[in-house]
């Protein structure tokens, strides 16, 4: 059986989770349910970075203790996991799992046993929002190209990590396909930038101005170890890194696939830091590292904080319109490659319109004509019917389409061989009419049309809840039950979606 692992980052839980950050949780989710349905052991994780300067900061101005609230924001976190009907496995916060600080200080250990860490005196422009230095070009105005705010000169010493080192070797694992990088621009953005020279970076912070909070470099406790070392390192530490070597050789030393899904600004964190961190210490690199792009909001850049911000939390926007429709709109609406932009507006009309009008209307029509027409019993489909051969073949290669699709992280696509079901069903019977074909029945006439008819949409309302399970597992199960007969009948015919727009 293969062993499949995947990820999501760790957000930092200085605000409460936004809806940009769904995105991701239900790409991973969606990879997960899929891979389990194709009979792969899967691991799914997600969690929190507890121990970012972000986090001390956030809560200083909130006027509250850290631990306080790093717990309070975090829960809003693992609460997504309901919210969103997510299959999520694993799920680790860095100041609280156990797992966590001994596996860290055991990769610091082996990264420094390779050489790789040296102490030095470090000047740099320092952006707190992206934890990270920045020289002079990366800027842009002078500002953090991410956060647009302007960089805090910093004067320390500093544990530095030999990233120059590891140059070639990343090239070459990028370029072989050992590393794959998807969309295919952000690979090329990662060869530039491993080509333009990779300068070492540092790894600690003086402990007093990190607040005392993060995990003591092993055998200098005057420096903590540097967030985002200390968060990457939860891709290993919650597989047992550290504390359980079995686990460890299952999901990570293994030849199963380790897969990443991650937003663009993290993506040289991912893809050249945290690589060669894995070099260092001897261990064996992801297989594969998926990059979105980001949400907007009604034309504007989704912040955590600030007004509106509530509205837009995933569990708010859950309660209000479904766990479905906001999984839909996700998958359906968000290109693989570049920005979309969210609207309540545009997640009520997707759903409205293919949920509850296409799928949900097909669904529900079905039943109730096998009910009418056939006492609830599923009619043999025999051969396929005349005018029924686009949706036979939607029905046919849905499987093979949405497989395909989630292999390149196209969701969009995935999405759409399944709603092409729907769509050819929902043609199919506008152009038989059924209705007419009972009529003719009851005069007499030709009686096996109908049983074909009727059962070849059987068969798609079925695929449908089959197909639908790992995007919408919640409507798929809706979809199935009333798709299944119990003592040979199907059961009375009960919305599978609601509208949400007011009609
Ligand atoms: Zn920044």
């Known amino acids: 059986m293969t062993a499949t692992y995947i990820t999501t980052t760790i957000p930092y839980v200085n ?26 052991a899967v691991r799914f994780q997600s969690g929190t970075d507890d121990n970012s300067l972000k986090n001390v900061l956030a809560a200083e101005a909130a006027g509250v203790e850290v631990r306080e609230f790093v717990d309070r924001n975090a829960q809003a976190f693992v609460a997504l996991g309901d919210a969103l009907s997510l299959s999520v496995d694993d799920f680790i916060r860095t100041s609280l799992d156990p797992r966590h600080q001994p596996g860290v200080e055991r990769f610091w250990r082996a990264c420094a046993a390779a050489g790789d860490l040296y102490r030095q005196r470090y000047e740099g422009l320092y952006c707190t929002g992206c934890e990270q230095f920045y020289t002079p070009a990366e800027l842009r105005d002078g500002r953090c190209p991410e956060h647009e705010t302007l960089p805090q000169r910093v004067s320390e010493e500093n544990w530095f990590f030999r990233l120059a080192r590891y140059a070639e070797p990343l090239r070459e694992a990028i370029t072989a396909g050992r590393l794959h990088i998807e969309p295919a621009g952000r690979r090329n953005e990662v060869l530039a930038f ?29 420096q903590v170890i540097y967030v985002w070392f200390d968060a990457l390192c939860n891709y290993v530490t919650a597989l047992g890194y550290g504390s359980d070597d079995a686990a460890f050789r299952r999901w990570w030393a293994s030849e199963g696939d380790r897969v990443h899904l991650l937003g663009k600004g993290v993506l040289r964190f ?63 609406e968000v290109p693989r490659v570049g920005d979309a932009d969210f609207t309540v507006g545009r997640l009520v009309a997707r759903a409205d319109d293919e949920l509850a009008n296409g799928l949900g209307n097909l669904v529900n029509r079905v039943v109730a004509m096998i009910g ?3 006492d609830g019993r599923i009619p043999d489909p025999g051969p396929v019917p005349p005018g029924g051969e686009d949706l036979n073949a939607a029905i046919r290669q849905a499987g093979e389409r949405v497989g395909a699709a989630l292999d390149g992280f196209d969701f969009r696509q995935a999405t759409a061989a399944v709603w092409a079901i729907a769509d050819e069903a929902n043609r199919f019977v506008n152009r038989v009419r059924p209705w007419d074909l009972a009529k003719a029945e009851r005069a007499g006439q030709a009686p096996a049309r109908l049983d074909a008819v009727l059962g070849l949409l059987a068969r798609a309302c079925s695929a449908l809840g089959r197909e639908l399970l790992p995007f919408l597992p919640d409507a798929a199960a809706r979809i199935t039950r009333q798709c299944t007969p119990r003592d040979m009948r199907l059961p009375v015919p009960s919305p599978v979606f609601r509208r949400l727009a007011p009609a």
Not at 15 to 40: C, F, I, K, N, S
Not at 195 to 218: C, H, K, N, T, Y
Request: proline share 7%; charged share 20%; aromatic share 10%.
């Open 270 to 332: 991912h893809a050249v830091y945290w690589p060669a961190m894995l070099l260092s210490s001897g261990q064996p690199l992801p297989t594969r590292i998926f990059v979105h792009d980001y949400l907007t909001a009604g034309g504007r850049k989704i912040s955590k904080s600030g007004a509106g911000a509530a509205a837009l939390e995933p569990a708010a926007l859950a309660a209000d319109y479904g766990t479905d429709a906001v999984r839909w709109w996700l998958l359906r």
């Open 15 to 40: 605000a409460r989770p936004h809806v940009g950050y769904a995105l991701e949780l239900v790409q991973a989710d969606v990879l997960a349910r899929y891979r389990r349905g194709q009979g792969d």
């Open 194 to 222: 491993i080509d333009g020279g990779l300068a070492d970076f540092s790894v600690s912070r003086p402990a007093e101005r990190a607040g005392g909070w993060g995990i003591p470099v092993p055998g200098d406790p005057g």
């Open 372 to 374: 009418k027409y056939r």
